[in-house]
């Protein structure tokens, strides 16, 4: 310790910072194959791993009534064999491949993620072509499927955050609209799903002509066009009639649900309601005023639940779109987004951790945002972009966002200009209105025995309680 | 005064190169440029972790790095998040057994600030240290324990398994995240002594990777960090030694509220750094990692016993590293069913190794994991740091994907044998019990959302 003692530091001032480079949300190429598949491309030098990312037109809402989660089984379906390979030898040239792939189903329509060393992209697509042209539904796997996914069901009712995000569903949404309930069905629903029926669900919404494939990385030397001709290309498929949307309504009525957890050390609160997609000219100062409301630490949540008074490890505010349509001439919203507010606070201060959140939400209501804070979400929203947008994943991810939203292909990077225009009025006003104190549905999952009575003294509407 | 050496271009590194670099006061500096995307990262390792902790102190290291985030003399509160935030970086700490990280990603015109708040903290963080934040991140942290360990089901699975195969004494034998009483325990005393014993210029390794100019990049380096002294005080963690395996099997049941029966073990295995660590790893990845491997194929598709099983590997310097086997089973399977194909399994693959096939396809997964850590700037100076902290090396970042793939199958076999077996593993079983009021209404509730909310 003795050098320590002797010297010091040298001080110097912050630095300021250097001449900003030029970045932009790539910009992809637009193309479609002669079967009538749309593929947007995107060359990210430097992205050995490419990303592929295909969207089906088959939306939760299609599925069979009483059927709810075929849309899961079926996108796990498609890699359990093809015409040309049995489902473990189709694991295994995957595998051989060095290439992931996932797929999921989602109220907008079901999207499968291929990701892959550039050198064997045009084997992974072969595969993935055969996948989708061609799967087999083997009886045995889809039971099988069917059988995996009811022992997941009671895995994700016990974790506290899946669970709050289902009650909250179910509390915002109409019993008779698909996004009330469970987007991997419940256990009476998948019980119900064979074989059969996953042939059927596929042969009436899977085809190339409504299918999307968006394509990143590092093409260089890469004859793309040749790989997708002898792929995706080969493909054949009927013309489908558009599918309408139905609209999204929601009972934002000030109102808790407790789903009860004795013994609980915290409570997961989720709290939230519906409010504008990204077709809404909205969208940027929402997504501005939510980030100053809790889009990290240094928010205004977390400034005061943790870095004041250590409630929680963190509560974040977010917008998520659910669904969105193709615009129609009037402009505006075509769809909604999730906005909620969600984080875990110790079981004993749940009472006066949600009293200060609601402070939190009464100030922003009363007295605005400061330019201050405007200025720092600005600036770092459109600031980490380059960050953000490094991995040929990431690109893919929003493009294909992009796609299933029917937003055009500039979205993304007219959104930086939007956001860098939108000012600290119109930031306060979307997040106020996203956000107001008395229309917010609030889900806590935790020991009712403890948080009931703090919570019902706070005021914020009606106090129920169900079985966890 | 800085001195630097360019190593010559490594084949299958996709071209990357680092030039290696020490300032007078002992802090390495490890710069890789990278022009493709205008940003950088910079990555600080410091070589203290759990590992340092003494008896009653657990969880002291993760705690202070915390602190680092709560302000030093130049910087106010929570001036780093909000600097660096404003600035259009991302940053974050994180806590292992064997090192403590700090990184900012940063647009590359900004990359000066993120040197300046590294070193601001580097050299100043007692003066802004104080009880009340100290108070305020023990409670902040010991929520962070509640969400990802007690809250959640299984959640210290990990901790338990850890506990078993790192004999009581051990260094490794507690997890970064620490008990509740340990951290209730923590005084701003222990926080000073640990910054006093561990920070300093020479026990850290700093990396810059990503579009810079690595001149002026190490006159910055110079600049803000030159004049931070070097100590001594650093003490070396207990001696991590161990036998190569267990010698017998160790066995922990857990009756608890979770949602089905699990079989979790922890085997003990070769040191990273090592090529038979590499063996061990493509030998996990052929029995247990993704849907082609062995035990998914036995388990969840021919047997259709369980949910999901796998392997995952935690790769350790200073100790033996740990193999990890998880598996989750169906409604109305019994563990010693599971227990009985899983060894079934293990012992075919001592005795036979890998297939040609399945070494091919464990190279190329490893293969792709390994690009995918290099795909980011972030990814690349946090590797950097890895091999320069752990085995004195930044240079092995660049060549560790080549070694995967020098591995032979009957390598792979060999490490199996050795240390897959029973006499070599902690195993932790779950029993499900019923909560006092968890009645079977769930008929009414029984969703199951396809996403977390966050």
Redesign the interface.
Known sequence: ?S??V???????P??S???????AFPAPERAELSNGLTVLRCHR?????VAVEINLAAPLEAEPAGLDGIA?IMARAL?EGTDKHT??EF??E???????LDA???HPGVRVSL???VS?LPKALGLLADALRAPAFPEGEVE?LV??R?????????????????????ELFPAEARMS????????TVEGIDAAAVRAFYETHVRPSTTTAVVVGDLTGVDLDKALAETLGTWTGGAAEPRPMAPITADDTGRVVI??R?????T?L?I?RIGADRHDRVWPAQVLGTYCLGG???SRLD?VL????????GV?A?GQVLRSAAPDASGGATGAAML?I?????TEVTGPALEDLWKVLGTLKEEGLTDAER??AV??L??????KY???AAVAGTLADQVEQHLPDDFQAQLYTRLAETGTVEATAAVVSAFPPDRLVTVLVGDASKIEEPVKALGIGEVRV??? | MPMGHTATEQAGS?GLTATEHRLANGLRVVLSE?H????AAVCLWYDVGSRHEVKGRTGLAHLFEHLMFQGS??VKG?GH???V??????LNGTTSFERTNYFE??????V??AL?LE??RM??LLTALDEESL??????????R???Y????YGTAFERLVAMAYPEGHPYHHTPIGSMADLDAASLEDAREFF?TYY?PNNAVLAVVG?IDPEQTLA?IE??FG???????KRPPRDGTLPDVIGGQLREVVEE????RALMAAYRLPHDGTREADAADLALTVLGG???SRLH?RL??RD?TA?AAGFGLLRLAGAPSLGWLDV?T??GVEVPDIEAAVDEELARFAEEGPTP?EM??AQ??L??EW??RL???GGRADELCRYAVLFGDPQLALTAVERVLQVTAEEVRAVAQARLRPDNRAVLVYEPVQ?????D??A???????????
């Open positions: 310790m050098d320590a002797t010297t010091t530091m040298t001080f110097h912050q630095p910072a250097g001449a900003a480079k030029l970045w030098p430097g992205q050995q791993v899961t890699s489902a473990e694991a295994a995957l595998e051989r491949c060095g290439a992931t999921h189903a989602d990701e892959v060393p064997r099988r059988r995996n009811l022992d997941e069901i009671p895995h994700e009712l016990a974790n506290p955050a899946r669970r709050a995000s289902m009650a909250l569903s179910k309930r469970p987007r991997q069905g419940t256990q009476e789903v009860d004795p013994g609980a050390v915290q997961q989720l939230g990290t630490l240094t400034r943790r870095e004041e008074k250590g409630y929680t490890y974040r977010f909620a969600s984080g875990s606070v110790a200025d720092v600036q770092n459109v600031g980490v972009a380059p960050l490094e991995t040929a169900i079985q966890g | 996709g990278d493709l995307t205008p940003v003399s130049q929570n998040f909000e600097l935030q404003g600035a259009g970086g991302s990603t940063m647009p590359a015109h900004q000066e600030l300046w070193a601001d050299g100043s108070e305020n991140q023990r409670d902040v942290v010991k929520n962070e509640r969400q990802r007690d809250n959640v089901p006093r300093a579009d910055w600049k803000y004049t931070i002294p070097s100590h001594d005080g509220e979770v949602p089905a993704g849907e082609s194929n969840v598709r259709r949910v989750k169906s409604a096939e091919e396809r190329a997964q293969e792709r690009l995918d795909a980011t700037v909560g006092a009021q968890q009645a209404d769930t009414e509730d029984n969703d199951a959302e396809g996403e977390s909310a966050q």
